[in-house]
C-alpha cells in the first residue's frame, strides 16, 4: 500500500522532475544528489517520496561524503530505511567505489608507493575497519590481481602470513605488495604493523616471492615501509 501512494504521488510530478524520467532523457549529471539517491531507494513510504526521504538521508549523513562512511545499522536508524534501502544503499556505495578504485587495468606497473596509495586509496581510505590486501605481481612488477585477505582489527589472529601468501602460491606471482588501512587516519605504523611486516617479509623469503613494501593508507598521506628501508628483519 505504501509503494501505491508512493508510485501515485510521483506520477502527479511534471514528467521532466520525475527522476528516473529525468535521467533517461537529460542523463545522470542532470539530477541532483537527492534525485540519484531516490533512484537507488526506489520508493519512499506512507506521505514521503523517494526523494524526500533521499534528502532526509543526506540530511542525517550529512551529505555524500558521509553516506559513503556509514554503516548498515546507522542507516536502518533513520525512519523509513529498512534492511533492504539499507542493503540497495550499500551495494551501490560499494560499487562506486569499486569503480573509483581502478584507476589502472590488471597489467599496469605498481612500480611505487604512490601508485600503490593511488591503487586502493579510494577504496579503502574511508573504511571503519582495517582490511588487509595483497597485490600480486608479475616478474616485472604488473598487477595480476588484487586479493582482500582479511577485514577487521589487524593482529596476527585475524592477519596470518601462512594465509596472507595462499593467493600469490595460487596465483603464481613473483612478488607481492601488502597494503592495509588506518581507520584512524594517521597511516604511521604501530608495533604490530611492523612486527607483521617482519613475519611477512621472512614468509617471502622461504616462499621464494619477495615482498616488495607494506604500505599503510591513511585518510591523506601514506606509509611505504620499502621508502622506509623497513622491510629487513627487526
Known amino acids: 500500500m505504501a509503494e501505491h501512494i508512493e508510485s501515485d504521488r510521483?506520477?502527479?510530478?511534471?514528467?521532466?522532475e520525475r527522476p528516473r524520467e529525468r535521467l533517461l532523457r537529460y542523463g545522470a549529471g542532470a539530477l541532483s544528489d537527492?534525485?540519484?539517491l531516490a533512484i537507488v531507494l526506489r520508493t519512499g513510504r506512507r506521505q514521503v517520496t523517494a526523494v524526500e526521504l533521499a534528502m532526509r538521508v543526506l540530511e542525517r549523513c550529512r551529505g555524500l561524503e558521509g553516506l559513503g562512511t556509514v554503516h548498515g545499522m546507522e542507516l536502518r536508524g533513520i525512519a523509513g530505511i529498512g534492511p533492504a534501502k539499507a542493503a540497495q544503499l550499500l551495494a551501490a556505495l560499494e560499487l562506486g567505489r569499486r569503480v573509483t578504485s581502478r584507476p589502472w587495468p590488471t597489467g599496469a606497473s605498481l612500480s611505487s608507493?604512490?601508485?600503490v596509495h593511488d591503487y586502493l586509496a579510494p577504496l579503502v581510505r574511508e573504511l571503519k575497519q582495517e582490511q588487509f590486501w595483497a597485490l600480486l605481481l608479475d616478474n616485472k612488477h604488473r598487477l595480476l590481481h588484487d586479493i582482500t585477505i582479511s577485514t577487521g582489527s589487524l593482529t596476527m589472529s585475524v592477519v596470518h602470513p601462512?594465509?596472507?601468501?595462499v593467493p600469490a602460491v595460487r596465483h603464481s606471482a613473483a612478488a607481492v605488495i601488502f597494503v592495509h588501512n588506518h581507520p584512524s587516519g594517521d597511516p604511521a605504523p604501530s608495533a604490530e604493523d611492523r612486527q607483521l611486516t617482519h613475519r611477512l617479509v621472512s614468509c617471502g623469503e622461504l616462499l621464494g616471492i619477495p615482498v616488495?613494501?607494506?604500505?599503510?593508507?591513511?585518510?591523506t598521506a601514506w606509509y611505504s615501509f620499502a621508502d622506509h628501508r623497513?622491510?629487513?628483519?627487526?
Not at 162 to 165: G, H, V
Open 162 to 165: 601462512r594465509e596472507a601468501f
Open 230 to 234: 623497513q622491510l629487513g628483519h627487526g
Open 212 to 219: 616488495l613494501d607494506h604500505v599503510i593508507i591513511g585518510h
Open 10 to 16: 510521483i506520477s502527479r510530478w511534471p514528467m521532466t
Open 34 to 36: 537527492a534525485q540519484l
Open 113 to 115: 608507493s604512490r601508485a
